[in-house]
């Protein structure tokens, strides 16, 4: 196991999917900020990607909402036993990750800006897929 230490502190990551929480609700008066242009284009990258995650929320196998509990007990395996430095949680998690592996970094990249900004124009209302 490769352990990592910043100022004597045990660093460990939780890398979640998408699971239903009150974040999205708790972003949306940033959307509010700046100028007509600004809150233009927050709102088609909040659309957009609001639509990327809940195409995730019920990507996995049983193709049910995943419980954001299993993040909760992640975090406090991490906390109490020994783990990897990185901790992916969720089966979409698991298929970016995949993804990213699969392909040169900069097309990895290329690929997500897809799926997560928005174009011009509307936000298309198709379903957002990892892999082809």
Same mark, same amino acid.
């Given at each position: 196991?490769?352990?990592?230490?910043?100022?004597? *502190?045990?660093?460990?990551?939780?890398?979640?999917?998408?699971?239903?929480?009150?974040?999205? @609700?708790?972003? @949306?008066?940033?959307? #509010? !900020?700046?100028?007509?242009?600004?809150?233009?284009?927050?709102?088609?990258?909040?659309?957009?990607?609001?639509?990327?995650?809940?195409?995730?929320l019920? @990507?996995? $196998?049983?193709?049910?909402?995943? $419980?954001?509990?299993?993040?909760?007990?992640? *975090?406090?395996?991490?906390?109490? !036993? #020994?783990?990897? *430095?990185?901790?992916?949680?969720? $089966?979409? @998690?698991?298929? *970016?990750?995949?993804?990213? =592996?699969?392909?040169?970094?900069?097309?990895? &990249? $290329?690929?997500m800006?897809?799926?997560? &900004?928005?174009?011009?124009? #509307?936000?298309? =209302?198709?379903?957002?897929? &990892?892999?082809?």
């Amino acid at each position: 196991m490769v352990v990592h230490y910043y100022r004597n *502190i045990l660093v460990k990551t939780v890398a979640p999917g998408a699971f239903e929480t009150n974040f999205v @609700a708790g972003c @949306a008066n940033l959307l #509010e !900020s700046g100028d007509d242009e600004l809150r233009t284009y927050s709102s088609k990258s909040m659309s957009q990607m609001w639509q990327f995650f809940q195409s995730l929320l019920t @990507a996995g $196998d049983s193709g049910t909402t995943p $419980d954001p509990a299993r993040v909760a007990d992640k *975090i406090y395996q991490c906390a109490t !036993s #020994e783990t990897p *430095i990185h901790n992916i949680v969720g $089966d979409d @998690a698991e298929q *970016i990750v995949n993804l990213k =592996n699969s392909m040169p970094h900069q097309a990895f &990249l $290329d690929r997500m800006s897809e799926m997560l &900004l928005p174009t011009e124009g #509307e936000p298309s =209302n198709q379903k957002v897929t &990892l892999f082809d």
